[in-house]
């Protein structure tokens, strides 16, 4: 049977848009250029057309690519096996599907005709080949001279800097005043086989959420008496150290179809597996980041130690469970007086998870329960210093729910948290997503009910892509019920989040935004921390390298 012109159909698939990425080029050194250039993995090779997943029966160059695919082998797919047929062509891409082609065409011994083909087809070609090798040569001494200059061959370095511009207003005349501040992270992600992770994250982080200048001492001044309008960026998770400091210290590693995670420096629910069953996600208020008490906002030091797995079921279901102690190994706390210290302490969360969905992600949801026991939060001490929220209670909400039903501040009280969240896109350009949680405390003094709820809507590449809008509304973590009565109660706060994000770069976004929470107390006020309503306008900038 005569071959059909392999470089002519070579040419047609070019046509339909195959770029020097998407062709498999024989030498190793024009696929390492082929990565460095384009800054993407190396492409995928395909032996069935079928592998394609944006190629069609019906296109009408159907039968061209599956002969080059399935006969000669000239075509590669792009990493996520797509095949961008719709791309436009030059005469260079031509030139470097020609030269690809050229020696699978003489393998398959081509006849006369097609060898005279390919003959005036590299003469009309041949300034645009010689080009090709002169780059092609000028790229090699660039793989050589970064493979003799490269940082690392097992490491890959990633950064990260958020500015934030931020002010609080109150009642009792309550004004902040305005910050500028920013954190800057760097991660080394180190991979020793090619399907491990080694996480190291250094970070250094000034910014405080306003009204909430003290965390760790409410007395120290008038402030917000509810760290569910906190930032969710703020550096109460490094013990409010501005420095650079180790953030972050995990290893996840894949057995079959399980990925394990160990951590022992601020591990969090979502370094063991995906917490997110919403589309809503802006990382600006700390209420709108982690809607469902008591289940995913885990520790806030980077003393906390934990271990876990993540199991991808099926394509559909993900199921994922997570063992976190608030104070690791770390900590300096002496382990034999002190039930909340170390790894196998009391001051600890076990979560698990059952998240999904669908075949084309427009619909996800997860719902999950987490056991949490520790110290509860007393935000008014004598010595005027607070303790930091821990696992007891649900840590952010209402001075009520951060408290618990304890006795002294020393008490350990533990929670039963179960948490829903679900989104759908809708199209494109909108989604809606809501979460409801619901926490039931035990302690010394008693009983005690949580819940809160949130309904966001965003509305992606509005106005231009990779911009969004987002709207969001909910309760933040309030007290319910409790069984010493309605006066432990909590008169329900509200909470509001706008955003629109512009996305100016792929690595550069800016993102004005104003969030509320009114009846922030829940009716109560202690000390200097005044029930009522608090406005927060933010402007937060982020650049990726």
Same mark, same amino acid.
């Given at each position: ?26 030498? %190793?050194?024009? =696929? *390492? ?37 399935? =006969? ?21 891409? +031509? ?15 081509? #006849? ?39 940082? %690392?061959?097992?490491?890959?370095? *990633? ?108 591990? *969090?629910?979502?370094?063991?597996? $995906? ?16 809607? /469902? ?25 993900? +199921? ?28 600890? *969360? ?25 110290? #509860? +939060? ?20 209402? /001075? ?41 405390? $035990? ?35 309030? /007290?319910?019920?409790? %069984?010493?009565?309605?006066? +432990? ?57």
């Amino acid at each position: 049977m005569q071959v059909q012109s392999a470089a002519v159909w070579a040419g047609v698939a070019l046509g339909l848009g195959v770029t020097p990425a998407a062709i498999a080029l024989d030498a %190793s050194t024009l =696929r *390492q250029v082929n990565a460095i250039a384009n800054e993407d993995l190396p492409a995928a090779q395909v032996t069935s057309i079928t592998q394609l997943s944006d190629v069609r029966p019906t296109d009408w160059a159907y039968q061209a690519l599956q002969s080059l695919v399935e =006969r000669y082998g000239c075509i590669v797919g792009y990493p996520d096996r797509t095949y961008r047929g719709s791309r436009a062509l030059t005469r260079y891409e +031509f030139a470097a599907g020609l030269n690809a082609c050229l020696d699978k065409v003489i393998e398959f011994a081509a #006849s006369k005709e097609d060898l005279d083909t390919l003959k005036k087809l590299t003469e009309e070609f041949q300034s645009e080949l010689a080009t090709l090798r002169g780059r092609v040569d000028g790229l090699e001494a660039r793989v050589t001279e970064l493979e003799a200059t490269q940082f %690392s061959t097992t490491t890959k370095l *990633q950064g990260d800097v958020l500015l934030s511009l931020d002010r609080a207003f109150g009642p009792s005349g309550l004004d902040t005043g305005t910050s500028f501040s920013q954190r800057v992270g760097l991660d080394f992600n180190t991979s020793f086989t090619g399907n491990d992770l080694l996480k190291t994250r250094l970070e250094a982080n000034s910014i405080t959420s306003p009204g909430l200048r003290d965390l760790n001492g409410f007395s120290a001044g008038a402030g917000i008496p509810s760290p569910g309008a906190a930032l969710a960026y703020d550096n109460a998770a490094t013990s409010a150290d501005p420095s650079f400091t180790l953030n972050t210290l995990i290893y996840q590693f894949p057995v079959g179809s399980v990925n394990f995670t160990v951590g022992t420096s601020n591990v *969090q629910v979502d370094d063991i597996f $995906s917490t997110n069953g919403s589309f809503y996600a802006p990382e600006l208020s700390y209420f709108f980041n982690n809607p /469902v008490p008591g289940v995913y906002n885990d520790a806030d030091t980077s003393n906390s130690a934990g271990a876990g797995f993540n199991w991808q079921i099926n394509p559909n279901f993900n +199921f994922g469970l997570a063992y976190i102690n608030q104070q690791g190994p770390t900590s300096g706390l002496n382990l034999e007086t002190d039930p909340t210290a170390g790894v196998f302490g009391a001051d600890s *969360q076990t979560t698990a998870q059952l998240a999904f969905q669908n075949d084309d992600r427009t619909f996800i949801g997860a719902l999950a329960y987490a056991y949490r026991k520790g110290p #509860s +939060f007393n935000p008014i001490n004598p010595d005027g210093v607070g303790l930091p929220a821990q696992f007891g209670g649900v840590a952010y909400g209402t /001075v009520r729910s951060l408290i618990g039903p304890a006795d002294s501040p020393t008490d350990l009280i533990s929670s039963n948290n179960v948490g829903l969240s679900l989104g759908w896109a809708v199209s494109e350009n909108f989604t809606i997503s809501g979460s409801y949680g619901i926490s039931f405390l $035990s302690g010394s003094a008693g009983s005690s009910t949580v819940q809160s709820w949130n309904l966001g809507l965003t509305f992606p590449n509005l106005f231009a892509d990779g911009n969004e809008l987002g709207l969001a509304v909910g309760q933040i973590p309030y /007290v319910t019920s409790d %069984s010493r009565g309605a006066a +432990f109660a909590d008169s329900g706060p509200f909470a509001f989040e706008v955003y629109y994000k512009l996305q100016l770069t792929d690595n550069i976004a800016i993102t004005p935004a104003l969030y509320a929470v009114t009846n922030a107390g829940g009716g109560l006020t202690i000390g200097n921390l005044a029930n009522g309503d608090y406005w927060v306008p933010v402007l937060k900038t982020e650049f990726l390298f």
